[in-house]
């Protein structure tokens, strides 16, 4: 957020001082074009930088923590295809992870939320809708987004969740201002598996593995079959290197 008033601020400065230019020595039209295209620009690529951390605070990893403790992410579930597995996986190799879960398909799928739930891991909120043109919301319409789905992971697992994954990864200023409301945690990645995009498995096994660090948020998804086929592989890397796979809120209580 501090970023983000930098910016604003400087850029009115600058306009105030095209302004004055303006009207002592007169400048071209385009001046100004070049200023709100610098400041357009500035937000349209703040939007897709969480790590920017310019609209609202995000946690991207664990920076202080020493122990070998990483934490697996896997967004847009419940899934009816995958995430069952994905769990027994998970269980096979005793390792916890994170649902950012979509509201509609919790309230599609409530079992599969429940199971979630009774294996020990940490379910986030990741919006109700997934709209693809979620990030035009107003704030309103945010609050309600969030609101939703939290209510119906309470109703179903009777458990509150405080933490939030932006659809897309976006943030905007009516997302913030929505989230200061709600006073969630929001929750970014700092290795991204590009398991959406890539299909050979063995290729985001080896994107994952290679930037594997104590703390770090690993973004995977349990909507598509490629995560059954390199999830035990990156599991048995993590045991045979002693990391530990844990919730994200037990990631960040290490210190
Ligand atoms: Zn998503």
């Not at 009115?12 to 100004?32: E, R, V």
């Not at 709100?36 to 500035?42: E, G, H, I, K, T």
């Not at 939703?148 to 992971?153: E, F, G, V």
Request: proline share 3%; charged share 20%; hydrophobic share 45%.
């Amino acid at each position: 957020m501090k970023n983000f008033r930098i910016l604003t601020v400087s850029t009115i400065l600058l306009f105030l001082l095209l302004i004055i230019l303006d009207t002592t020595d007169g400048i071209a039209l385009w001046w100004y074009g070049l200023l709100f295209m610098f400041w357009f620009l500035m937000m349209a690529i703040a939007s897709f930088s969480m790590s920017w951390k310019f609209y609202l605070k995000s946690i991207t990893s664990n920076k202080i923590v020493t122990d070998k403790k990483i934490a697996l992410t896997f967004d847009d579930g419940p899934n009816s295809e995958f995430t069952l597995k994905v769990l027994q996986i998970l269980k096979d190799y005793n390792a916890k992870a994170t649902f950012f879960c979509i509201g509609q398909n919790i309230e599609t799928y409530p079992e599969i939320l429940r199971a979630i739930a009774d294996g020990g891991h940490d379910i986030g909120n990741h919006s109700f809708s997934h709209d693809l043109m979620i990030d035009f919301n107003s704030t309103e319409r945010w609050l309600q987004e969030i609101k939703q789905t939290d209510n119906s992971i309470h109703k179903i697992t009777g458990k509150k969740t405080t933490l939030f994954r932006p659809p897309f990864g976006v943030t905007t200023p009516k997302l913030a201002k929505a989230l200061k409301v709600t006073e969630h945690k929001v929750i970014g990645w700092n290795i991204r598996s590009f398991d959406t995009v890539i299909n050979n498995p063995q290729k985001i096994l080896k994107r994952i593995t290679k930037r594997v660090h104590p703390g770090a948020i690993i973004l995977l998804h349990d909507k598509q079959s490629n995560v059954l086929l390199f999830l035990e592989h990156l599991l048995q890397f993590l045991q045979d290197h002693d990391y530990q796979a844990v919730t994200i809120n037990e990631l960040l209580h290490e210190n």
